[in-house]
T-cell receptor
């Protein structure tokens, strides 16, 4: 497809389980971002990749959260030992260049993965 | 750190009447500001962006926003609401990351309801 693809669309995990969320960015996009959107809130920045390099992970809420993009395309966000407070929609976004704020290279968001931890 | 505050969590208008969604920003330097829209079960979509080239910014679907430095505001408006405008709207400020790239900081959102 032409857009950012995220899978699974929905994920239910029992507390303590590990989960892996996948993001397929638009082909050729250099920048990739993960955001977390809790119910009723705006998305919050988690981490940023430029190609395979993770240049910023200041938004990851704890060391249970880990993201990777080993070949500079597909990215995986892994959450270990999930807790109820991890329940949220996890959004992935990609852009052609490192400055996704420009109209020439807008940021494209996926539809997200809704994670529910029971 | 930069931030945005959306003053209304819910706004309800009648179809054909004007829309006003309010946003105030906090920034230590000239900010890059955006409005994004999120329809149910769809990805976030960029409506418009403030580039500092013009204080009145026109976006898609008839929306526009005016940057007012004296009021630290970036309110979103549309002259005539359409049913298809019903969605969640986010005011966003962009911040340059230390390692490069831009990070978007979102407001808490305003749910726009359009009634017949």
């Amino acid at each position: 497809g032409a857009g950012v693809s995220q899978s699974p669309r929905y994920k239910v995990a029992k507390r303590g389980q590990d989960v892996a969320l996948r993001c397929d960015p638009i082909s050729g996009h250099v920048s990739l971002f993960w955001y977390q959107q809790a119910l009723g809130q705006g998305p919050e920045f988690l981490t940023y990749f430029q190609n395979e390099a993770q240049l910023d992970k200041s938004g990851l809420p704890s060391d249970r959260f880990f993201a990777e993009r080993p070949e500079g395309s597909v990215s995986t966000l892994k959450i270990q030992r999930t807790q109820q407070e991890d329940s949220a929609v996890y959004l992935c976004a990609s852009s052609f260049d490192p400055a996704p704020s420009s109209y020439n290279s807008p940021l494209h968001f996926g539809n997200g993965t809704r994670l529910t931890v029971t | 750190a930069q931030s945005v505050t959306q003053l209304d969590s819910h706004v309800s208008v009648s179809e054909g009447t004007p829309v006003l969604l309010r946003c105030n920003y906090s920034s230590s330097y000239s900010p890059s500001l955006f409005w994004y829209v999120q329809h149910p079960n769809k990805g976030l979509q960029l409506l418009l962006k403030y580039t500092s080239a013009a204080t009145l910014v026109k976006g898609i679907n008839g929306f526009e926003a005016e940057f007012k430095k004296s009021e630290t505001s970036f309110h979103l408006t549309k002259p005539s609401a359409h049913m298809s405008d019903a969605a969640e709207y986010f005011c966003v400020v962009s911040e340059i990351l230390t390692g490069g790239g831009n990070k978007l900081t979102f407001g808490t959102g305003t749910q726009l309801k359009v009634e017949l």
